[in-house]
């Protein structure tokens, strides 16, 4: 039952993800600029590296994968590739409470109301 509730975790918070994320694009313009191709380039490797250190490291490295994380968003922001189109507060409020409830499930298997 506990494997059960697991799952309906996961399921719960890639459909979070889902719907937060229909709204987010990026995008792959050829810029005039160098370093607009490398800093969107170095925002997806700063933010994979962050999720993988944050999840595999142990405890003492786990500020490496915040501070890959915080740069990969930083990143993100200067080479203006990400392109984020509103969201309706139903869309946001679905995705939390997707991920909330998901991640109660994967942690604990049930969910406390």
Known sequence: MKLLGRFLGLVLVLLGLYVLGQNIYFTTNVSPYWWRGLAADSSVLCLTSG??????????????????????????FVSSRAVLQPTSLWQFCLSTASFVGGYQLITKGKINL
């Open 51 to 76: 999720i993988i250190s944050l999840f595999f490291f142990p405890k003492e490295l786990k500020s490496l994968g915040w501070i890959a994380m915080g740069l990969g968003v930083l990143l993100v």
